[in-house]
């Protein structure tokens, strides 16, 4: 229950707005040559539990270039999401833990390829961004409390296996590493906001995000994240 849980420990599910390809804030896409470095790794099965990390030179083309539509997060495919300066500036400031970003920019490209141009000029009313990388893990999950369905599991640290369905999260809050923004240690998919990232993102008008309370985050392999109806 929602009341059950104060506000200092609430967490999120942090998602893009209207999905990954929603129209309405633009979404990227890495351009080639996309150098990557090594997945990270379970430490137990050396499984991997996430995306290769990106290397530099990192360069993404957005589906628009409309300022009301670049957000200061952008999602998009190849990486998690892209942080504008100033959301690396608060985070930094307000130090903010669980989320790495990176020093070197990212070369933002407009929609239409091959128009040097417009090339050129993209990106300069916009503000520099940047990739980041998230901690894994930052916490692990209650396991009297929660329902997830997975089949092939055999690393019972990381879990992995596939995930079928998630009927509730629930987070043990004595294996949270106070991270800010984190993945679960058993649900390296989603990424986990802590309140105190929500009320900084609040405070800053931080664009492009989402926060669904995790009490209320249902997951359908064939129909993905949806919240709980509560009665
Ligand atoms: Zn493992």
Redesign the pocket.
């Known amino acids: 229950m929602l009341t059950s849980l104060t506000d200092h420990n609430r967490f999120f599910v942090v998602r893009p707005p209207n999905g990954r390809y929603g129209r309405r804030f633009a979404h990227g896409e890495c351009v080639a040559p996309v150098n990557t470095g090594e997945f990270p790794e379970?430490p137990?099965?050396n499984?991997p539990i996430g995306m290769r990390s990106w290397l530099p030179p990192r360069t993404v083309r957005l589906s628009s270039m409309q300022q009301k539509k670049v957000a200061d997060f952008i999602w998009g495919a190849g990486f998690s999401f892209l942080v504008s300066e100033r959301v690396a500036k608060a985070c930094v400031t307000k130090n903010i833990k669980g989320m790495h970003v990176d020093v070197e920019k990212v070369q933002v490209l407009p929609p239409s390829p091959g128009n040097a141009k417009t090339e050129a000029l993209s990106g300069k009313s916009l503000p520099n961004y940047y990739s980041v990388s998230i901690h894994w893990p930052g916490a692990s999950l209650d396991k009297s409390q929660t329902q997830v369905t997975k089949t092939g599991v055999t690393?019972s640290?990381?879990q992995?296996g596939h995930l079928l369905k998630i009927d509730k999260i629930a987070i043990d809050l004595e294996s949270w590493d106070g991270s800010h923004i984190f993945y679960l240690r058993e649900l390296p998919g989603f990424i986990i906001a802590s309140q105190e990232f929500k009320l900084n993102a609040d405070e800053f008008s931080w664009s492009g995000l989402h926060f669904i309370p995790v009490e209320v985050v249902i997951y359908n392999e064939m129909t993905g994240i949806a919240i709980q109806k509560i009665d």
Request: aromatic share 12%; net charge neutral.
């Open positions: 379970c137990m099965c499984v690393c640290y990381c992995s």
